[in-house]
């Protein structure tokens, strides 16, 4: 069955110091409802990496699922950029 109305969140990869776990930092834009001012505010999500192939920095794509852990609602889909000077890309 395909993932339907699932809630879907891009952001960057602020640690992946933990086993199949990193976090994923959510910023979003909001104009302020009286004064009119563009506001940002960011948002710390735990997102289970089955095969931890999100490292610090990446830009990663995260869908809802079920709870993996008291902490961790979430699950890396996908790697959409990867840092600037990884392992990876310097091999």
Same mark, same amino acid.
């Given at each position: ?35 009119? *001012? =563009?506001?940002?505010?960011? !948002?710390?999500? &735990?997102?289970?990496? @089955?095969?931890? #192939? ?20 979430? *699950? =890396?889909?996908?790697?959409? !950029?990867?840092? &600037?000077?990884?392992? @990876?890309?310097? #091999?």
């Amino acid at each position: 069955m395909a993932e339907v109305n699932k809630k879907t969140r891009e952001g960057e990869v602020v640690s992946d110091k933990m086993a199949k776990t990193v976090v994923v930092l959510v910023n979003r834009q909001f104009r302020h409802p009286l004064y009119g *001012k =563009v506001m940002r505010r960011g !948002k710390k999500f &735990k997102a289970h990496d @089955e095969n931890e #192939k999100a490292k610090l920095g990446d830009v990663v794509r995260i869908v809802e699922t079920k709870p993996v852990s008291k902490d961790k609602r979430w *699950k =890396v889909v996908e790697v959409l !950029k990867s840092a &600037k000077g990884s392992k @990876e890309e310097k #091999k």
